[in-house]
């Protein structure tokens, strides 16, 4: 073999080892932030209203179950829009976004009152919220020790440090940062 040849392919490997060390760092240009997540939270155990610090505010695509007494008709499941706005019979279009279940129990109970159901028993419920989702490996079920949370926060995406007691929120993507390979 040629001197050229040997260095040719000498080079070209060490090229291709710094190109794979480069692919292995942090590239993300997201801003990290720390975490300063209050309410909101997802829990795994079922309630009515969110979670003990804090009642769970409604977004886009919840899907909410909303009970009149007496009032088959206007008793059913209903889905908030992409923007937050709920369309519910006899009243039409209303802006839930950000507000509590119960706060929304009670607009729908004040505006059926005014027009057209005497003295309305109303409960709304949350029967499916907005998902969070997880990106990366582990090589087996259990705690994980490095991974960052991104989320939208104050109109921009943000990297959030996360550990083991963060809470999740809607929408929240958990980026596992362990590698097996």
């Not at 909410?64 to 059913?76: A, D, S, W």
């Not at 926060?153 to 007691?165: F, H, N, P, S």
């Amino acid at each position: 073999m040629s001197a050229n040849f040997v260095t040719t392919v000498m080079r070209t490997g060490i090229l291709a080892a710094f190109l794979a060390l480069g692919a292995c760092g942090d590239s993300d240009p997201t801003p990290i932030v720390p975490d300063l997540s209050t309410g909101q939270a997802l829990s795994l155990a079922p309630t009515r209203g969110g979670t003990a610090g804090a009642p769970y505010r409604l977004g886009p695509n919840d899907r909410t179950r909303i009970i009149v007494y007496g009032q088959p008709t206007l008793t059913g499941e209903f889905v908030l829009d992409g923007n937050g706005s709920l369309a519910y019979p006899l009243i039409g279009n209303i802006d839930a976004n950000g507000m509590t279940p119960s706060e929304l129990q009670a607009l729908i109970a004040q505006k059926l009152d005014k027009d057209w159901v005497n003295n309305p028993s109303v409960a709304v419920e949350v029967s499916t919220r907005r998902p969070f989702y997880i990106v990366g490996e582990v090589h087996k079920p259990g705690s994980m020790k490095e991974f960052y949370i991104k989320r939208k926060q104050d109109g921009r995406v943000v990297r959030v440090l996360a550990t083991q007691e963060t809470q999740l929120q809607p929408n929240d993507t958990v980026i596992v940062r362990e590698r097996l390979f």
